[in-house]
C-alpha cells in the first residue's frame, strides 16, 4: 500500500522569507502524480502545485515550487516570499490509477 | 466556473440514523471522488466513479456506506445506522480524466458529520 509520511506537523515561517515543507512516499509504481494541497482553517483544500513522476523537471507555481527526488522518493514544497495569506495546513497527496493517499499535513503558521 | 458543491455543509443527527449527502461536481467532470478527514488528519479515501461506474471502494468503507453516481453526474454518499466514530467531515472532489493526462482532483467545501 502506498503511505505518504509529513514529518513537520507545524512549521512557521516570517512573513518575506522562505520555508520548505517536506513530504516522502513509498510506491512501488513509476507512473503516478504528486500534489501539494492548501487547507485554510474552516475552509476548503485548493491545489497549490502537482508534480508528474516521469517529469524530472520540478514544477514551478509563482512563489511555490518543489523539489521532486524520484529516486529518492522525496517531494518537498517551497514557499518564497511568504505571505500572511499562506498560513494554512499543507497536505501532501500521492495519486495512481485515480486513487489517491494523503499525508496527515503540516500547519504553517507566517509569523509578520 | 462553478465548483464543487456539496450539501448539506453541516449535519447532526443522532447514532442510528441514516445520513444521505449529495455531491455536485464540476461540470463535464467525469470522474467523481469521495474522502473522509477526521481533525487533524489528512484525508482518507473512500470511493471514487468515472462517469456512473464506480470503480474502487476503500476497504474503510463498511457495509453501512453506499455510494452512488446515477447518469454521470452528481452523486450520493449514504451513511445506515451512524454511529459516532462517523463523525467527521466528508469530502468531494472532482477531475477531468483524460489518458495521459494529469488527473487533479478539485475538492469542494465538505460536509461535516457530527453524531450524537
Known amino acids: 500500500a502506498q503511505t505518504v509520511t509529513q514529518s513537520q506537523p507545524e512549521m512557521s515561517v516570517q512573513e518575506a522569507e522562505t520555508v520548505t515543507l517536506s513530504c516522502t512516499y513509498d510506491?512501488?509504481?513509476?507512473?503516478?502524480?504528486l500534489f501539494w494541497y492548501k487547507q485554510p482553517p474552516s475552509r476548503q483544500m485548493i491545489l497549490v502545485i502537482r508534480?508528474?513522476?516521469?517529469?524530472?523537471q520540478n514544477a514551478t507555481e509563482n512563489r511555490f515550487s518543489v523539489n521532486f527526488q524520484k529516486a529518492a522518493k522525496s517531494f518537498s514544497l517551497k514557499i518564497s516570499d511568504s505571505q500572511l495569506g499562506d498560513a494554512a495546513m499543507y497536505f501532501c497527496a500521492y495519486t495512481n490509477a485515480g486513487k489517491s493517499t494523503f499525508g496527515d499535513g503540516t500547519t504553517l503558521t507566517v509569523k509578520p | 466556473d462553478t465548483g464543487v458543491s456539496q450539501n448539506p455543509r453541516h449535519k447532526i443527527t443522532k447514532r442510528g440514523q441514516n445520513v444521505t449527502f449529495r455531491c455536485d461536481p464540476i461540470s463535464e467532470h467525469n470522474r467523481l471522488y469521495w474522502y473522509r478527514q477526521t481533525l487533524g488528519q489528512g484525508p482518507e479515501f473512500l470511493t471514487y466513479f468515472q462517469n456512473e461506474a464506480q470503480l474502487e471502494k476503500s476497504r474503510l468503507l463498511s457495509d453501512r456506506f453506499s455510494a452512488e453516481r446515477p447518469k454521470g453526474s452528481f452523486s450520493t454518499l449514504e451513511i445506515q445506522r451512524t454511529e459516532q466514530g462517523d463523525s467527521a467531515m466528508y469530502l468531494c472532489a472532482s477531475s477531468p480524466f483524460r489518458e495521459g493526462l494529469t488527473d487533479t482532483q478539485y475538492f469542494g467545501p465538505g460536509t461535516r458529520l457530527t453524531v450524537l
Open positions: 510506491t512501488s509504481e513509476s507512473d503516478y502524480y
Open positions: 508534480q508528474e513522476a516521469y517529469k524530472q
